[in-house]
DNA sequence: GTGAAAGCGCTAACAA
DNA sequence: TTGTTAGCGCTTTCAC
């Protein structure tokens, strides 16, 4: 077992009685080098058990062929199928990802992007965590010219580009879908405003609700972590008001199906009594009594667009100017917000 | 914006009038180095916005205190609550992750290896994907001393470490909570017998309908992927079944949720007609109706024990020789297989 | 307690 | 088409 010491190029070099130089062209055909050598040195370096070593390389290069992501959670559908997107993209370019998770703390984010930065990452994709303040911590890697790109919790960043869909639009179709089937008492169960997808969607809300004379009322706006928790908790705190919503608009499933169940423990009839709609069309919409209608995110291109941009940065000098990509969303009508069963 | 060169120990070492050697050990607290000088260095290095270059550092030391992670999906609760547990551990003891996801794939998982072991991680961390016939492609790492240690999907191996929990008690004690229950005709639905889990569990389902005088009938047994699909595809199955079952064990609770959600849309009643005991205790097993009977499994902690016991081998020298952990799990009893109501 | 110097393995400018 | 050579930035042995 004589594993302990690496082949390097100098080995093979030395077998085959040329120079290291050469054998390093030929691993990467470079095209001054001859067919045959090249085959030979791949031979060669293969039988050998050569590999090579990336940290050499990558001092000598300056770069590392790695691009960091920043999540706030893994947990979930969408991010898992936002991740393979990803890594379908980086791994046809020859780069590899490094994924870490915020836990939706700002804190914590900023040691996820400060580690990451150490690493030397080439470029980096992030989702902001709930309550990241500002994004002052991406500044380090930007003097240093390594791009940034944001994906569906993004923020204003000059220099950086972002990929999301209509937050806004989507906000908006959400309520007046839930107006059509007649309610007029909404509540919007939100997370931390500070966010982009957030705000957008209140931002819809409040302009469907507007737009069909109906006076919005900040006490039907609940602001929370989004969790099963936060889902329990609107359900009780509904069950306590005076005049009961007709209606509950959910920033994501995952508290809408938590609310869903709450509801229907204290007996009341979704959707007849209460109508939800969801977001994030997550699997487990379709598994809750009744289905959960909801906004689809076409989360694996999301993924996709975002790692090509960021490769297109990498890899083009040419500095796209175009900032924002969006995406197209749709809603997905189901039984918890039919009224009207027969529409 | 200067940025594009950066701060090295020469730069600090300069305009210190002092040398490199002292820098560099300063930076690291080396004990022959004075307190002041120490303090002198660390502060300039930080005023001068020096930052260590880790490939130099690997280059020379051999190490990258990177431990690479191979998993063969994010998109669980189970496997996100892994991960943190890991990332918790490891980032303690100065180490960073490297995740992949295999996609079940016995192929993709030999090139996430090979890419792990080019990117020289110190260690790897281990879940087998589906349908892996054979664990050749982690002798490259045995070979070089880089340990290895699987956990949930394990393999018997020499020299490595395995965490997991008595999955043959945990099936048992579901098939037998199922018969308590009056169950006598149990279907079981699960992966590929490949996998320790799934065989395992497989053992416990056999060995308790043998304790309680039930034939073992193969054509009851149903292989499958254990996703949402292969809970549909078993429900259709079961509808059609000459003499249905009235009881169900799965592998995992997503094929479980599926079965049961595709069962009640037949009008079949759950539990009253079938009962289903899952496996994993997902969230979602809370959400469906009836909630679901599973085996918890201690998740967060498994990610903890895998990534502690994988620094200890990577730290100490002596060879721990216990080679199997197994960690407790609990069967917690929900509606979807209590047929006694009143129990 | 500090410094000098060699070298980790690879790449690329320059030379041939 | 191939070889020579000079580092990339850091660590560490040996010397003082």
Known sequence: ????????IYDVANALKISPSTVSRGLKD???????????IKATAHEMGYQRNKFASNLRQKHTNTIGVVVPKLNSYFMATVI??????????GYGLIISQSQESGK??????????????????????????????????????????????????????????????????????????GCKRIVHLTGNLLRNVYADRFR?????????GILFDQKMVIISDLNEQAGIDTAK??????????????????????TIVELGK????????????GFNNEPISKVVQPNLTTVD??????????ATSLINKLTSSRSDNLSIIVLKHSLIVRESSLKNKKS
């Open 237 to 258: 705190k509904i069950l306590n008001m005076k005049s009961r919503p007709d209606g509950i608009f959910t920033a994501n499933d995952t508290s809408a199906v938590a």
């Open 30 to 40: 470079h095209p001054h080098i001859r067919k045959e050598t090249i085959k030979k």
């Open 266 to 277: 204290a007996g009341i009839k979704i959707p007849d009594e209460i109508a939800v709609v």
């Open 1 to 8: 077992m004589k594993s302990n010491k690496d082949v390097t």
């Open 204 to 212: 819809g809300y409040k302009q469907a609700l507007a737009d069909n």
């Open 84 to 93: 393979a997107g990803m890594e379908k993209v980086t791994n046809q370019h």
């Open 108 to 181: 914590q984010e900023i040691s996820c992007v400060t580690t990451l930065f150490n690493s030397r990452v080439d470029g980096l994709l992030v989702s902001l965590a709930f309550d990241t303040k500002n994004i002052d911590h991406f500044n380090v890697l930007l003097n240093k010219n390594i791009p940034v790109v944001f994906f569906d919790r993004v923020s204003e960043c000059s220099g950086c580009m972002s990929v999301v869909i209509d937050n806004y639009k989507a906000g908006y179709e959400a309520t007046y879908h839930l107006i059509d089937q």
């Open 297 to 306: 995110y076409p989360a694996r291109e999301i993924g996709e667009i975002a």
